[in-house]
């Protein structure tokens, strides 16, 4: 040919060559002149030119536009570089102007392409975590019916329960109970106490049983023993004291009930569940609450309702702990009161009898006349 022609438009051909080629992908190739495209801009080697970079791509000049890679995104047009995904998002495709939150149950550290599950039941990742959280004590993971390793969040562990590690625990083993939330450990029944049905709280062992504590009931208190409501241990049952007598035994909830001994009677307490009369020879007892009972002492003897003494009238005696006084023997007298009788007097020289003793009169004498 005598002349070159022109290649089209969007066409190049180097020096003498015989045909045109395609813009080759970064270039701009109109006018016949193959331009590199600047950074932010890119070619496919069509005829259009040089074009903004998209959305989701980067263009770093002088090639076509490139998809930013998962874990990356791009949300402005003409950019040379992909920025990476916040920790807290990810990114599974190529090409994306925009991160996804990090879904509940999982977290996602900077440039995150799948997010991670968080591993464990003690853990929770609330939407949108770049990290786990450990569940603290007296909190449980949630929801419980989700897998353990995909906690969302968690909650306070309610009355009845203790957690710890992220678990709930209901606080129903025996002696157990939680009164209060948030718990990371049961509580457990003190002495003189049980659990209540619903293992809440507690409650006081009823009179007539006792727990050591540590257990779900109350154990009775065995025979002849008592215990006041809230007791640790049954104690043996009482005894009357001296100069009382049992009323009525002790129950597992009652004590001993004892009276006093009234007059003429009397007791040693203990188990005995009456007061010995006072009816030995010369035995009395003169006040309420005796313990034994008295000897009537020498000139007296026990009035008829063994609750007291009266002397012996005179012309008789008696030397004590006998119920009668004994009559002077003939010969003999005694005044009131006497222990003992004593031989009538005889009349001194000088005086004549004038009549004989008797038990409670002296010899009467009078005076020789001249």
Do not use: W
């Not at 034994?292 to 702990?321: D, F, H, L, M």
């Not at 007298?333 to 020289?349: H, I, M, N």
Request: aromatic share 4%.
């Amino acid at each position: 040919a005598s002349s070159c022609d022109a290649c089209p438009e969007g066409l190049v051909s180097p020096s003498r060559a015989s045909a045109c080629s395609l813009c080759p992908a970064g270039y701009d190739c109109s006018g016949g002149t193959t331009v590199m495209c600047s950074p932010g801009n890119y070619s496919n080697g069509d005829t259009t030119g040089c074009e903004p970079c998209q959305k989701g791509f980067y263009c770093p000049g002088g090639t076509d536009q490139q998809m930013c890679r998962p874990g990356s995104y791009q949300p402005d047009p003409s950019q040379t570089s992909c920025l990476a995904c916040p920790a807290g998002k990810y990114q599974q495709n190529s090409g994306e102007d925009v991160c996804a939150d990090c879904p509940a149950g999982h977290f996602c550290p900077e440039r995150t392409v799948n997010p991670i599950t968080c591993g464990s039941v003690a853990l929770f990742c609330q939407p949108g975590s770049a990290t786990v959280q450990s569940a603290d004590e007296g909190y449980y993971t949630t929801p419980q019916d989700s897998e353990s390793t995909k906690r969302e969040g968690q909650a306070i562990c309610e009355v009845g329960f203790a957690c710890n590690g992220g678990i709930k625990n209901a606080c129903d083993g025996n002696g157990q109970y939680a009164d209060e939330p948030g718990l990371s450990a049961c509580k457990t029944a003190s002495a003189g106490t049980k659990p209540t049905p619903d293992h809440q709280g507690v409650e006081s062992c009823p009179a007539g049983t006792y727990s050591v504590g540590g257990t779900d009931d109350c154990s009775e208190c065995g025979s002849g023993e008592i215990s006041n409501a809230g007791a640790a241990g049954c104690r043996t049952c009482a005894t009357c004291s001296l100069g009382k007598y049992q009323i009525a035994e002790c129950s597992s909830d009652r004590e001993t009930q004892c009276g006093d001994c009234l007059k003429g009677k009397a007791s040693m307490g203990g188990e005995a569940t009456s007061c010995t009369e006072c009816n030995s020879d010369g035995r009395y007892s003169d006040e309420d609450g005796a313990s034994i009972c008295k000897t009537a002492p020498a000139g007296s003897k026990p009035t008829s309702n063994r609750q007291g003494t009266e002397v012996c009238p005179a012309g008789t005696y008696s030397v004590g702990g006998a119920d009668e006084c004994s009559t002077c023997g003939e010969g003999e007298r005694s005044e009131e009161g006497a222990a003992g009788c004593s031989t009538c007097s005889t009349c001194v020289p000088g005086k004549y009898k004038i009549s004989d003793c008797s038990a409670d009169t002296e010899t009467q004498c009078g005076d020789c006349l001249k």
